[in-house]
């Protein structure tokens, strides 16, 4: 299990959820989630992102957003990218983290919120 370290920082996977979850609220990201899945064992990465969009055009430009600041501060692309050219919802794998951007419709349904309950939902604050 991942855990803070002696000095009480945030792991590097804390910290590339919070980064990019700070990318979707910087491009206007409704309701932006971080889920702490960690204790789950059934959990498919450590850490959810879920963010909803208002229509296509803005979902990808959420997404590029996620990709710049990644890149920039980790050095690394998402293993896998699903969804982006319908984007309804796209999907992006960085492994122990997973970013989610949904339209609304496709939000609602899928509810992964309400899937992923027993996780943890951690405050986003201010950039760090």
């Known amino acids: 299990m991942e855990t803070k370290d002696k000095n009480n920082q945030r792991s ?3 910290m ?3 980064v990019a979850a700070h990318a979707l609220s910087d491009k206007k990201g409704e309701d ?3 889920l702490d899945l960690r204790e789950l064992q059934t959990a498919p990465a450590r850490f959810f992102v879920i963010a909803t969009g ?3 055009s803005h979902v990808s430009a959420m997404s590029d957003a996620v990709h710049e600041a990644v890149k920039k501060m980790f050095g690394q692309n998402p293993s896998k990218v699903e969804g982006y050219s319908n984007a309804e919802w796209i ?3 960085y492994f122990d983290v997973v970013v989610h951007i949904f339209q609304k419709e496709k939000r609602d349904y899928y509810r992964l919120e309400q899937l992923w309950a027993d996780g943890k939902e951690i405050k986003i604050e201010n950039k760090e």
Do not use: F, H, Q
């Open 16 to 18: 590339l959820a919070r």
């Open 32 to 34: 932006v989630r971080i």
């Open 12 to 14: 590097e996977t804390e």
């Open 91 to 93: 999907l992006m794998d």
């Open 54 to 56: 208002n229509v296509p």
